[in-house]
Structure formats: C-alpha cells, structure tokens
C-alpha cells in the first residue's frame, strides 16, 4: 500500500526525522491560509501517488498566500500528467503546503528489503533529485549500500559511513546521524517496504531535512497499524 508524500512526513515527523512544517489542504482557500499561517516563502505541491510532479507543474514555490490560492486553483481538481503517472495521470484531490527552504545540496537516501539477503537495506546518493533507477542505470558507483542486520539495527558506525559517502559536511554529520538512525526506526516500526527520501537536502544553513518522501507498506503487516 501507498500513501500520499503529506501522510509519509507525519509518520516520519513522529519518528523525529526531519521535515519542514506543512499542512494539507482540499480547497484554494484552505491553501491561502495554510499559507498565511506559516508565513513567508512557501512551497505548494500537488499530493498523487506518483512522483515526477516537479518537472510536471505540480510543485510550485509561492510568495504570498494569493500565490498560493492561484496555483491551489488550478491544480485541485485537474489531472496531472508525469513521467510516472502514464498518459492517464492522476486527479489532484489534496495539495500540501509546506514551508519553502533554501537547499545547498539534493541527496538521495531510501531503504528497501534485499530479498535475497533478507535484510532492510540502506540505499544513498549523492545524485539527489534525480530518479534512482536512473541513477542506478547510468553511474551505478554513486550509489552507496549499506544492510542491516535486522537483529542488530542500525549503528552508528553505519550511519556515519553513509554521511561521510555522502559528503555531509562535518558540522552536520551528527544531524545525518540522528537523520538516517530516525528514518530506520521509521522503517522497521511501521512495517514499510519502503522508504524513500529524494531530496534529502541539505539546507544553507546546514540542516537535513527530507523534502520529499514516498512509503510503501507491506499489506500482510497492515493489521497491526490501523492508523495507517
Ligand atoms: P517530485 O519528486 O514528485 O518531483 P519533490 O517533492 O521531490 O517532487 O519536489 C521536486 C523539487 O522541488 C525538489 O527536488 C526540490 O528541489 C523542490 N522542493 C520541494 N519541496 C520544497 C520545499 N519545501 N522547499 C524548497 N524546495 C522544494
Ligand atoms: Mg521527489
């Protein structure tokens, strides 16, 4: 099972990994306010289960909340059509609006199950933004593995290991840490099958924050979280 990019950062929030604040919203008015109440510089962003909404027209940063409540109007209800959506698209129900940031760097960090070694692996890149699939086809070096022991858990040690691959910068190593250690925890408590992180930013003034996030649920475990 899917779920929307708004709903993957709630769960991720309670995990404490780190995402900006953002609401949902169903109506442009409800954007314009949303808008009002974070202040400043916002990012509106259509909620579909399909990526590729940026390239798409589905991602827009906004100045003012009338900004806002233009670019809401005319996604709701509209089909968007992405590389990843097929030529039908998706009918944008929900857009989220979250807080706009300044990014100095787009990272990539996922974790899927390894099937044939059985264990959750930690998969990141320095190629951020851009599909991993693509990634994977044309410069499979820059992507970094690392399997856990699901008996073991993360260490530290193996968190650090990805940061420094990934080129944090030394001061934000330990927010890397805290980062990649939260979203593991993420991972394993809520049943996922996967979770994905592209961008993972990393922020002019030196924060990591997930951008955007995709998880998927392994539907045998679903009974045991009935929130999700
Ligand atoms: P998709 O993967 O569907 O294209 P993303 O959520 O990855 O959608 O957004 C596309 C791009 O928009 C990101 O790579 C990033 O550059 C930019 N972006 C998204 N959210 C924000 C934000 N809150 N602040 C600044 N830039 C953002
Ligand atoms: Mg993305």
């Known amino acids: 099972m899917n779920i929307h990019e708004y709903q993957a950062k709630e769960i991720l929030r309670r995990y404490g990994v780190a995402v900006l604040n953002g609401k949902v919203a169903s109506t442009p008015d409800e954007a314009?306010?949303?808008?009002?109440?974070?202040?400043?510089?916002?990012?509106?962003?259509?909620?579909?289960?399909?990526?590729?909404?940026?390239?798409?027209?589905?991602?827009?940063?906004?100045?003012?909340?009338d900004e806002v409540r233009e670019f809401a109007r005319g996604l709701l209800g509209k089909t968007l059509v992405t590389h990843q959506t097929g030529p039908a698209g998706r009918t944008v129900r929900k857009v989220f609006v979250e807080q706009g940031c300044e990014i100095a760097r787009e990272l990539y960090l996922g974790i899927v199950i390894d099937r044939a070694r059985g264990w959750p692996t930690l998969m990141a890149s320095t190629e951020g933004g851009v599909e991993i699939e693509e990634v994977a086809a044309r410069t499979p070096e820059k992507i970094l593995r690392e399997p856990v022991d699901p008996a073991v858990g993360i260490q530290a040690f193996q968190a650090r290991k990805l940061a420094f691959g990934l080129g944090v910068p030394k001061p934000s190593v330990n927010k890397a840490v805290a980062f990649i250690t939260a979203l593991y925890k993420a991972f394993i408590e809520s049943d996922s099958s996967l979770a994905e992180i592209n961008p993972l930013v990393l922020t002019k003034v030196g924060d990591l924050v997930a951008l955007d996030a995709k998880m998927g649920f392994d539907d045998n475990a679903l009974f045991r979280h009935p929130d999700i």
Not at 45 to 64: D, L
């Open 32 to 65: 314009a306010a949303i808008a009002r109440e974070l202040g400043g510089v916002c990012v509106v962003k259509a909620q579909i289960h399909a990526g590729g909404r940026g390239k798409a027209g589905g991602v827009k940063f906004c100045k003012t909340p």
